[in-house]
Each structure stands twice: as C-alpha cells, then as structure tokens.
C-alpha cells in the first residue's frame, strides 16, 4: 500500500497521457478532479492486486465519449459517482477497490477522484495497458468476463444500467446513450473479483504511468534529453520525428476520429485515431499499429500531446512501445487489430 | 372483470388502430402477438379500474420504435417480458396489473399478448386515449408522475433500466437506445399505484376500442356506411375524404415522419405526422391539430390506415375526434400540442 497525494497527480497524468497512445481523454481536466477530492478528502491509498483481499469487489470507473468535447465539457464531479452507486445497486454489493479501465490522459485520474470521495483503495493496474476508444476493449473481454451490469451517468443526473448479451453491445448502448447525453457520460462496467482482477489486468500501471511523468520531470529540470529519457524507460522506439503540418478531425458516433499529418527529416508521419492513434505510416508504409502504443510527444519538453490536443506546428516526436502482449493473440488482434478500427492494414511489429 | 379471447382481437386491432389517429405500431403484427400468446396461455382477464385492489401495481408495456421499422422487423415476443422483469427487478415487486399506455394498432395488442403470457389482468384504459410518439406524452405526466424506472428490451436479449432526472430525458434515452437496437424495442415504464391509474388514465378505451372495430366490421357485413357508423359511435366529424396522391416519409431519429396529400372534393388536405397524424390542413388552413385525434380510413370499408400504410391511390376519408379534455389544458398543449412535435401552429378545437 501506498499514498497517492496532491503532488503526485501532475507525474501521474503526464505519464498516463503518453501512455494513453494520445487517448484516454484529457490529462489536466481529469487531474483537476482529482485534486479536488484529494484536497477535500486526502490522499488515496494505492495497492497491489497482491494485497487484494479474496472476497475482493473491483469496479472500474471510467469517462466514456469523445474527448474533443470532454475539453469543453466539464464534469459536476457527481457523475462517476452515480455511476458507481448504480452498479452497486444492481450488484446488491459495496465495491471494495476501484481500478482504471485504461492508462490515458482523463481516465486514470477519474478512479483516484473517485477512490478519494469514496475513501476506497485504488488498485495499480488498468484494464488495457493503454487506451482503447470502446468499453469492450480490455483484456477481460479475453477472458470471458463480462462488461455488464454496466451503469452509465451523465452531468444532468440520468443513469442507466445495461444488461448486455455481449460486450460488443454494451459498447453500443453505452455510446448511444452517451451521444444523447452530449458525448460526455461516466461509467462503471466490467466488474473483477481478486482472481479475475490478477488475472486480466495490467499490473503495476499507475505506479509505471507515474514514474514516466516524473522521468520526463526530472530530465527536463536536469537539462537532459526528457524524450529519449522516457523512451528509455518505457522501451520504446522513435518512430518519426518533425512538426505538425495538418490535422483532420471529427466528432463522429460519439468519437473524435481524424488524421494528423507530421513533416521531418525521415519523411511524412501520418498519423491515424480514432480517441487513440491506432496507425502511423511513414512514407506511406505503416510502421506502427494498434495495439501497440503509438505515443506523441512534444519534441522540446516531452510533454505527451494527445490527439484532441494536436494542432498544426506542433514539434513532435512519436514513439512506438510495445503493448501488453496478450493483445498480440490471435483474439487479441481480432478485438483491437487495425481492422477492428476499420483500417485496411494489419498488425505490424514495432521496428525491434 | 371480463374476458378477452380470440375472437376479440380483430375488433380490437381494428378499434385501436383507428383510435391511435394512425400510429401506435402496427395492428396486424400486435395481433399475431396477441393471438399466439392467448392461442398457448388461453384467454386474458380485462378489469376496470374499479376491481383494481389498493395496492396494485399497474405496468404499461409497450413498443417503442419506428412504425415503419415495426412493420419489416418482427419481435420474438421475448422483448416485451424481458422488459417486464428487468423493471419488475428494480422494483423489488412484481407487477399486479398490465395495461396499455397508448391506444394504438400495435400498442394496445402488445399489453394483451403480456397479460396473457404472464396471467396478469389487463386494466382496461391507456395513458394517452390515443396515440403518441414519445414516452413523456402521457396523462400521467401531467401529474407528476415519473417514466422511470423505465426499462428497455430489444430483440437480441439486450436490455437496459433508465433512471431520469426527467420524463423527457427518459424519453430521449430509450429513443437513443431504441435507434441503436434497430429501432425497435420493448419498454415498461410509468408504473402506478391504483389511485394513479384511477387519476390518470383515460378508462375504458380497450372497450371502446373493441366497440368501434366492431361497429365497423358490423355496418359492412349489414351494407350500412362503415365510416359514418364509427363517426356516429365516437362523435368525431368527418374533415375531408379524396384520393391520397403523394406520401412522403423518412425514418429519422427513430421515428416515421411525413407528410400525406389527400384530393378531394372540398379541396387539398395535408396530413402532417410522426408516427401519428398531428396536423390535417385544408387548403392549406388548419383544421384539425394534436391533440385532437385525426384518423384515416378507408372510405369503402372502414378500415383504419396507419401512417406507415398509407400509399398513393387509397381512397380515404380522415376523421377528427376530440380527445381527452386533459390534453386540452395549457400543460397538455404544452406536452403535446403542435408546437411541442415542431409545427409553427397553435392548437385549433375541431369543427362543431
């Protein structure tokens, strides 16, 4: 068990929206909501899935819609909490631990909000290792572990609760519902007991998230070099480096979908999201895709940009990492796959 | 208390659809329904609000969808029950009575189908004494009362319970949900007590409904005129008759809505509708608004059109009858005079 208090969530959010491979909604809205609640509530105690009790009841909470209007659209902060206390009525059980469906910008912060209203712990872990756009893209749809009961509650006090007859469905109801409600809902889904939680998650995430943010910190106040820093930390490949020279997007079915365009010495980036970037060819050949993280940075500071954040003249540097490797499965693939997006490529290795 | 069997639900369908100034679903389909579910579990109990018991608790059950989706997309009869438990969960209790909240084609067959599978009593009334296309168009909005818990079932086993801050946003969710599902799903919503049923409900209408069908069906096979009878029997007022020479319709938002040209001696009348007929013009002044009923039939045989059925060439006769004097007051014309559906006109009484 550890602390997660005030001065920590700045790290956490840079390191979770790099991590977020540009997605999981915006890093500095959702840390505003946790430093609310810490400030009101104290810190959140963050555990290990080894210190999970048995008997454990684990509940994501996460914000689901399109984060170019989770920018503009902020939060009451009651939102994840509704959700939440619909879930347990459904359950006709308390949850005990809260985790992040994802490592992204907005959603690892959503659950230390929530763990600090709640006075619940807050497990080290996240559900994809990453960032995915829709709800049944997480590593326990592998696993057979259903999305549902899932509650959604939005900023005007509506819930819902879906009861799904697959994953794929809850996705679509929730989006629907979320596009109605102004592209901008809160969730509770995909439920874990102990064994399931060890068994399904990414482990250790927060903890890892929070180091990349402090590395990138800490390089810069060093007058180092905070790009290669973190690239060296985490792993990872530097696909392309240059400045952005055109971004194409749309709020489209409750996502923010679109291209975005880098000119640099080894040619032209282009870079394909959807929430998350998914593709990236250079010179027209694809050398990165979903699942894998395709992370932009900002050249100078090492500053993650996520993709609604993304403007033209932007330096950029993008980095490839390699994702948990249960997504490189055969069902994996066919859950979170370039064609699963709609891409017309196939899955391609990171550059080794 | 009396009994609905076979032999009744043409009258019904037929009464019904006129009644449901051409919407509420289709009455053929809610008849298949009906006949299947009365065919297995025999013949359904109808009571009047009077040999409701104190503590009752009334369930509408209904379609919710598109009417044009309704007629190509057939329920596999699971949807309307799925629903009824989901809500019945919730609840914590167990429905006591079914009832209709609208009389229309299908709509008032759907509550026959579930009494007789369940073995509930059917209330002999709706929540309209008519047809209307959103969830928050009841009497029993006009009190106070709530939508939710409203519950949502589709035909693929998904279901979902709304719980909102407000009978329209209820609406606007099961819409988004419905229009995800296919456009066409099953609901239980507006629960009420005893009181509430005696309070808001328009009584009686299943009867009527049944009367007038017959009434149509009986000055047919006696050569009598079919239209003037069921005028007679209902007090309504005959506002046009001719050749419909254009429709025009979309399936937008999940709704049908359009317009019809009828040709006639006394004139051009536009029908203006979603899912229900709401306007009839006369060259082009207004003659009949929701929501006073306007009911299309045909002018040889009696039968109702719905504006799904409607096509070039049928010759029709469209009816105007008051309706229920609730409706007619500032808060009802407000929930569902012409401006609420987005006409430019005011509501104007039927001809005397």
Redesign the interface.
């Known amino acids: 068990m550890r602390e997660l208090d005030l001065p920590d969530l700045d790290d956490l959010a840079r390191g979770a929206a790099l991590l977020g491979s540009g997605g999981g909604g915006d890093p500095y809205i959702g840390t505003l909501l946790a430093r609310a609640a810490i400030t009101r509530h104290g810190p959140v105690r963050v555990v290990t899935v080894e210190e999970l009790p048995p008997d454990a009841l684990v509940v994501p909470v996460s914000m689901l819609g399109a984060p170019t209007v989770g920018v503009e659209k902020l939060p009451s902060g009651k939102e994840v909490h509704a959700a939440l206390r ?1 879930l347990e009525r459904v359950l006709g059980r308390a949850a005990t631990h809260l985790v992040a469906i994802e490592i992204g910008g907005g959603n690892s912060m959503v659950p230390v909000a929530a763990a600090a209203e709640t006075g619940l712990p807050l497990l080290d872990a996240d559900a994809m290792g990453r960032a995915f756009p829709e709800a049944q893209m997480v590593l326990p749809t592998l696993s057979g572990i259903s999305t549902t009961p899932m509650t959604v509650a939005d900023d ?10 697959s994953n794929h ?1 809850a996705e ?2 929730a ?3 979320c ?3 102004g592209c901008s809902v809160y969730t509770a889904d995909t439920v874990l007991t102990a064994a399931q939680a060890r068994d399904t998650l990414v482990l250790g995430t927060l903890t890892l998230a929070q180091r990349a943010g402090a590395t990138i910190r800490l390089a810069r106040a060093g007058h180092a070099d905070p790009v290669r820093a973190v690239t060296d930390l985490l792993g990872g490949a530097v696909l392309a480096a240059g400045k952005v020279v055109d971004v194409s997007r749309a709020t489209t079915g409750g996502f923010a979908r679109g291209e975005a365009v880098v000119h640099g010495p080894d040619g032209t980036l282009v870079l394909s999201f959807q929430n998350e970037h998914l593709v990236a060819r250079l010179a027209d050949r694809v050398v990165a895709t979903t699942p894998d993280l395709i992370c932009v940075v900002d050249t100078e500071t090492g500053e993650p940009v996520t993709t609604e954040a993304l403007r033209y003249g932007f330096r950029v540097t993008v980095l490839g990492l390699p994702c948990d490797p249960r997504w490189t499965s055969p069902e994996g693939l066919a859950l979170v796959g370039p064609p699963a997006f709609g891409y017309d490529c196939g899955y391609r290795p990171l550059p080794s």
């Open positions: 619909a005007k006090g509506n819930t819902a609760v879906i009861d799904a007859v469905w679509r109801i989006r629907a519902i596009g109605e409600a």
